[in-house]
């Protein structure tokens, strides 16, 4: 094998690498979630926790979501796990769906100590931008399995037009 060779099959595997990262810092930028840990979130203290990363100030975790939109509604799906319903705010304002809460540590009741520390704890606020004007009053929402669903009928259902453009 030349050294040509070598180079450009280095080159390609920088891009794929490169294309990779891109995509997933594209796709999860709305999806990653600052929680802000409170007195009320119950968080051990970092003498009781053997994590070196564990900082109970900084947390951060990735909502994961979906949107679908049909002739006549928005649907949108959010990862939420961990929470009770009554845990979680979900508002309309503007042209975004605003879903916040508090996420609270759950303690063992036996003797230990933790050794990972990896989910995160404390208030938080998602914002997913809706992509047409919905009735927000006649918005529906659901929680089962750690899914919130949110359905937000459109103010003007329709399909997008569909427009062809000629080329000159």
């Given at each position: 094998m030349r050294f040509e060779e070598m180079k450009e099959g280095v080159g390609s595997i920088f891009?794929?690498?490169a294309e990779g990262w891109r995509h997933l810092?594209?796709?999860a930028a709305n999806a990653i979630t600052r929680f802000k840990p409170s007195e009320r979130s119950q968080l051990p203290s970092k003498t009781e926790v053997d994590?070196?990363?564990y900082f109970s100030m900084h947390s951060w975790s990735m909502l994961g979501g979906e949107m679908f939109e049909d002739e006549k509604r928005l649907v949108v799906r959010i990862e939420v796990p961990g929470l009770e319903k009554q845990d979680m705010n979900i508002e309309v304002r503007?042209?975004?769906l605003v879903v916040s809460g508090e996420k609270r540590?759950?303690?063992e009741n036996t003797q230990g100590r933790w050794r990972v520390m990896q989910c995160a704890y404390g208030s938080f606020r998602r914002v997913v931008p809706l992509s047409v004007p919905v009735l927000a009053d006649q918005a529906k929402a659901t929680y089962k399995n750690g899914i919130l669903r949110v359905e937000l009928p459109k103010k003007s259902?329709?399909?997008?037009k569909a427009r062809t453009i000629t080329l000159q």
């Open positions: 891009d794929s690498v810092r594209e796709s994590d070196p990363l503007d042209d975004a540590f759950e303690q259902p329709a399909r997008p």
